[in-house]
């Protein structure tokens, strides 16, 4: 066998040894191979093993320095193209405020609305660019990026629109779009839906500018069935299906999700005994978003529970201004370890095949023959390092098809 670019002295390779999602005790399903070495070729891994086992020949053969290797991550939720700020928001919420009376004086999501209507396309690009740096510097080579700062179809666009120049910019890095409807505006509900179902994914659609629609059910957002026609004319018009559920109160999103088989359910903070066992029994994945437990003060959604009852988990930062300001995929692998009770092992699946798998991605996530050559040298030699971590970055650098993209 001859390739590319031969990667040497990696003390340990940690790796799930297939691609998709992983479900129940597969969680802990990793393998871990001392004094390995890793084979590149048009991007993808060509062969994976003992550095003694390998017989071929390479152009380049490049020595990892005896750290320990695992998949790159995948964040599969992230808001991260929004204006203006939400500090006010968090001192009041401090100081002892409830959500209502922060919306109430004209802050809350309707105060991102604003300023986020406000910019220009290129402000939103600009503002954009180092939150997905720094979520690539954390470790993530695939980012799912929302919309939802739109009350009009036109604001909506603007943020989809706003994602193509990042991924131009970001490439080989890959981003993945999804036109969220996250609230209703406070009057003309009913015009709005007709809007979003009849006008807005559409357009989305017709453009190519999401690959996945996505709705928040909540007592502040949107009905199960408002959500159901909206998901309804996404799966109408080719676009995979997402949901905001259960992060407050459980009203039947979780359910939604499963019956129409949405790629995930997100949050699950307010998730009981009968979404757990919903989810279980269907191929949706459960995305829990620690940095909203942390920044919040929520209750962790049940994740250990859903992995015990064999369902799938994957872990996101859920990146975004009011709920969870954390820049950093492997700092949300952290904290579901402490919050959420993962061992490192659900951490890194959670973070790779099963976050890929929770947007549409069967390709990436494992270090095995044929999947996409993006992993993570970390700067120790135990990739445990990973999700112990606090506070300090354990990746010393981000490949992406087998190209260095990231020294940290």
């Known amino acids: 066998m001859h390739a590319a670019r031969l990667f040497v002295n990696i003390a340990q390779l940690v790796t799930p040894t297939r691609l998709g999602a992983h479900r129940g005790v597969e969680h802990r399903q990793v393998q871990v191979i001392p004094d390995a070495a890793i084979a590149v070729q048009d991007g993808h891994i060509a062969w994976v093993g003992a550095r003694t086992e390998w017989g071929g020949t390479a152009d380049e053969v490049i020595d990892l320095g005896g750290r320990a290797v695992v998949p790159a991550l995948t964040d599969p939720h992230t808001h991260a193209v929004w204006a203006g700020d939400r500090l006010d928001d968090f001192e009041a919420r401090l100081q002892g405020a409830t959500y209502e009376q922060i919306l109430a004086r004209g802050g809350g999501i309707y105060h991102t ?31 799912e990026v929302k919309s939802g700062y739109g009350l009009t179809p036109e604001a909506e666009l603007k943020m989809l629109k706003a994602i193509p120049p990042l991924q131009a910019r970001l490439h080989p890095i890959t981003l993945k779009p999804t036109l969220l409807i996250h609230v209703p505006p406070r009057t003309g509900r009913e015009a709005y839906l007709h809007t979003v179902c009849s006008q807005l994914i559409p357009e989305v659609a017709q453009q190519g500018l999401a690959e ?3 709705v928040f059910v909540e007592r502040e957002a949107f009905t199960v069935p408002e959500a159901e026609q909206i998901l309804g004319s996404a799966r109408q018009h080719g676009l995979a299906i997402k949901l905001h559920a259960d992060q407050f109160h459980a009203l039947g999103g979780v359910e939604l999700g499963v019956r129409l088989g949405a790629l995930s359910v997100d949050h699950l903070e307010a998730s009981g005994e009968a979404q757990i ?6 191929q949706t994945i459960g995305v829990i978003l620690p940095g909203v437990n942390l920044h919040l003060g929520l209750s962790p959604a049940p994740a250990r529970a859903l992995i015990e009852a064999g369902g799938a988990v994957a872990i996101g930062t859920d990146l975004n201004p009011g709920s969870s300001p954390l820049f950093s995929i492997q700092q949300a692998m952290a904290l579901a370890t402490r919050l959420h009770r993962l061992t490192p092992a659900e951490a890194l699946i959670a973070s790779t095949v099963n976050a890929a798998a929770a947007i549409g991605l069967t390709d990436r996530g494992a270090l095995i023959p044929n999947a ?5 040298v970390l700067q120790s030699a135990d990739w445990r390092d990973l999700s112990y971590t606090l506070g300090a970055n354990p990746v010393h650098s981000v490949w992406c098809e087998g190209v260095l993209i990231e020294q940290v």
């Open 113 to 143: 609305i604003h300023h986020t209507a406000q910019a220009s396309l290129e402000e939103l690009v600009a503002l954009a660019l180092p939150r997905l740096k720094c979520l690539i510097r954390s470790g993530a080579t695939t980012i």
């Open 212 to 214: 996945a629609v996505d």
């Open 277 to 282: 066992r919903a989810l279980a029994r269907s």
């Open 372 to 376: 996409r050559a993006d992993f993570l």
